[in-house]
């Protein structure tokens, strides 16, 4: 079984600041992590083809710094890694994303093409279920657990009421919950082949250019554009106790709530 | 040339979701002329009898896509169904809650149709030089807020958070049309087929739709704080919530997480109790009537949002409030 894992590298999130004066990102210094949910897809991917055989690939497309994440990928056990970049790729929204990545699917070759659900930077979780559109494949999203059944893969589907206890086989897309599993770390040996033995292959536009119609990349591509971007104002202070003892606090909430008509 | 309003109807089991109805009301707000009309996508199977509801929630017209292999969400079949009714309208807009099917369903409309899609919008308005739909969510965690426009494409189409949008109340008086679209789904179109469905048994209500939450954060210790935050929101009629903290350290369950990836919530109080107040918990309560917060560290950002701040011990000043207020009760009595 073929396993393409699609991956992103972001920044950890938790540690982004604003910068008070500006209001803009800080990006200087922050940490970049797999995003979370993908580090869960690779696990599961390895899982996989524990159980059934076959090699895991993983794929990511970004800057060339992104190197990094495919590298820590490899440690953890993936055969394979594949880098599309390209500065025509920039600037892409989710469907010109999964326009590209769909062309390097194709190239690749898959059985099982497994994602994160969402991206901690984006928050969109659009590109894996687009990737499966551009692909014709069926997908499960949200993706709880997997087990593998002879041919047939038994995904459980979470969503917020119920879940549902899915029968798919290959081709067919899964989006992974962080949820999922516990992702292993990686090992000595891993790093270390992951950085003599093991090779992240680089593909540029040129590479899949066979695979896509190049006017559905990059910013060009994208039917939606970011037309401004702004930090929220807080909505200010209202009264501040610093300095109640407890009985005090308890007094000044329960008038506050008989003010209000709370209680 | 593209008109219309399109809200697709998000229905489990043959209730509406709230969401749709939220959008409903957004979507006639968004109505620029009078010859423009809001259209709802009613997809499932025998649901045909929810379509008049629908009307008096602020649709002119309801598309009904009834077929049994509609009986359970999936991801193919309602695409097609989807799709089909998108083709024949030519809407301007179409407009999906982002749940968790709606986030599964709009990416692959999305990617058929060639168009762009906005995800997880909290806030949606008319251009007024363009006409372009300006899509407004949060990105980063909620440390950001972006605007996105799809000006070359049609339809635009955006996923909106569930409980940010107002709906409006059910006018009966209202009529309009319906009209049943027949579409012809073969074997192919469910690759995919589901052995079981597993419901959860629902023991307490969803917190998107409590009048008063007390909500715990990592200031309360441990998972029996959970019990203290349980004894106060009884005194108030309301119910229990939490931050990410809490939930990652499986304190609580998931479906009570606040906040960017957790729920949306705007009740008449929000209690903070031990919750610092992460962007991205902010932004899932900030639109909250009454904010009280209960915290240790006198720099939490909780206290920028708080329309009473309390520096203190939660661990000490909840029980003592749920108390005080029993007694309040029962003196007012």
């Known amino acids: 079984m073929k396993i393409v894992v699609c991956i992103k590298q972001v920044p950890d999130t938790t540690e982004v600041r604003l910068d008070p004066v500006t209001g803009t990102l800080i990006r200087d210094g922050i940490p970049t992590i797999i995003n979370p949910d ?63 990545i769909a062309a390097a699917l194709r190239k690749t070759g898959f059985d099982v093409i497994i994602t994160g659900r969402q991206a901690i930077d984006g928050d969109t979780a659009q590109v894996g279920p687009q990737i499966a559109e551009h692909l014709a494949i069926p997908q499960v999203s949200y993706a709880g657990d997997i087990q593998v059944e002879g041919e047939t893969l038994v995904v459980r589907r979470m969503f917020e009421d119920r879940c549902h206890i899915i029968e798919v086989t290959a081709p067919c897309l899964i989006t992974a919950l962080s949820e999922l599993n516990k992702p292993r770390y990686m090992s000595i040996a891993g790093i270390y082949d992951a950085y003599r033995k093991k090779e992240v292959t680089v593909w540029t536009l040129a590479d899949i250019e066979d695979h896509i119609d190049t006017g559905n990349i990059g910013l060009n591509g994208s039917p939606t554009r970011v037309k401004k971007s702004f930090t929220k104002q807080p909505k200010g202070t209202g009264t501040f106790v610093d300095n109640a003892s407890p009985d005090e606090a308890v007094e000044i909430i329960v008038q506050k709530l008989a003010e209000k008509y709370i209680i | ?69 509609l009986e359970e969400y999936m991801t193919g079949p309602y695409t097609k169904a989807v799709t089909a009714v998108i083709k024949k309208c030519d809407p301007s807009i179409v407009l999906f809650g982002a749940t968790s099917i709606g986030r599964d369903l709009a990416p692959r409309v999305s990617a058929r149709i060639h168009t762009g899609l906005t995800a997880d919008c909290t806030a949606l308005e008319i251009d007024g030089e363009t006409g372009n739909l300006l899509m407004t969510r949060p990105a980063f965690g909620g440390n950001i807020m972006a605007t996105i426009v799809c000006a070359e494409f049609r339809p635009q189409m ?166 005080a207020i029993r007694k309040y009760k029962l003196c007012k009595v």
């Open chain 2, 158 to 323: 955006a996923t909106v958070r569930p409980g940010v949008m107002k709906a409006l109340p059910a006018d009966n008086s209202r009529s309009g049309k319906m009209e049943v679209l027949a579409v012809d789904f073969v074997a192919g179109d469910n690759h995919v087929k589901i052995r079981e469905v597993v419901r959860e048994t629902k023991k307490s209500r969803d917190i998107a739709e409590a009048k008063c939450l007390v909500s715990g954060g990592r200031g309360i210790g441990n998972a029996k704080g959970f019990q203290m935050l349980r004894e106060l929101a009884d005194t108030l009629g309301g119910d229990v919530s939490s931050s990410r903290a809490c939930v990652d350290a499986g304190w609580i369950e998931k479906n009570r997480q606040v906040g960017q990836t957790g729920k949306t919530v705007r009740p008449a109080l929000y209690m903070a109790c031990g919750i610092s107040g992460a962007i991205q918990h902010l932004a899932g309560m900030e639109e909250s009537e009454l904010i009280i917060a209960i915290n240790k560290n006198n720099t939490a950002p909780i206290f920028d949002v708080a329309d009473l701040g309390i520096v203190g011990d939660v661990n000490v000043i909840v029980p003592k409030l749920a108390e």
């Open chain 2, 1 to 69: 040339m593209s008109k219309n309003i399109l809200v697709y109807i998000e229905q489990r089991d043959g209730k509406v979701q709230n969401v749709s109805l939220e959008l409903l009301g957004k979507a006639r707000g968004l109505i620029a002329e009078a010859s423009e009309k809001v259209v709802a996508v009613l997809a499932g199977y025998q649901i045909q009898e929810l379509a008049n509801s629908l009307i008096w929630r602020g649709a002119d017209e309801v598309i009904i896509v009834d077929d049994r292999i």
């Open chain 1, 38 to 100: 993908d580090r869960a897809g690779i696990e599961a991917a390895l899982t996989l083809r524990g159980q059934a055989g076959g090699s895991v690939t993983v794929l990511t497309m970004g800057p060339p710094q992104a190197d990094v994440a495919l590298r820590e990928a490899l440690a953890m056990g993936a055969d394979e890694a594949i880098l599309l970049t390209d500065r025509a790729f920039g600037g892409a929204d989710t469907w010109a994303t999964s326009s590209t």
